[in-house]
């Protein structure tokens, strides 16, 4: 198996850490409101650890996607991993790809009227292809062109 590591753009990068910053913040605050919490009742346990809850959800999503994100190719998927997210594309249903090395962005098309886009920095595309047409000849490689004609 090929793996190929994803990188996030900065400004994502900034929004996960600050998002892991609220979640944190938050899981302090309302553990305090439950010690500190003057009128017990069922609703506001219930809501309070609700919270807490989802904000602990979010920083392990978060910290999975920081530490385990990847493209993957096999014999027989190509596999997008980020963090305990994973989804995989059978590369036998893929018809073309088309690489735009200006915005660094792979469009794949697969099952006709599908495609989904990778986009990252790191990445090599060339060599991502080429593993691709290693396990489907079939795919179509397209370089996209921006090319403007003048008359």
């Keep these: 198996m090929k793996k190929y590591k994803f990188s996030y753009s900065a ?5 996960i850490f600050a998002g892991m910053a609220v979640s944190v913040a ?4 309302n553990v305090l409101r ?3 919490n003057t009128s ?3 609703y506001n346990y219930i809501s309070l650890i609700t919270v807490a809850l989802v904000c ?5 999503l978060s910290v999975s996607m920081l530490v385990n994100s990847y493209y993957a190719i096999d014999d027989k998927y190509f596999i997008l991993r980020w963090g305990i997210l994973k989804n995989r594309l ?3 249903s893929m018809t073309r790809v088309l690489l735009d090395s200006e915005r660094r962005r792979l469009t794949v098309f697969y099952n006709e009227d599908n495609y989904f886009v990778v986009k990252s920095a790191t990445i090599p595309f060339p060599d991502l292809v080429a593993a691709l047409r290693e396990v489907n000849k079939k795919i179509v490689f397209d370089f996209a062109s921006n090319d403007k004609k003048t008359d």
């Design 11 to 15: 400004p994502v990068l900034l929004l």
């Design 26 to 29: 938050s899981i302090v605050f």
């Design 34 to 36: 439950i010690v500190n």
């Design 40 to 42: 017990p009742t069922t």
């Design 56 to 60: 602990v959800g979010y920083l392990v």
């Design 90 to 92: 059978e590369i036998k």
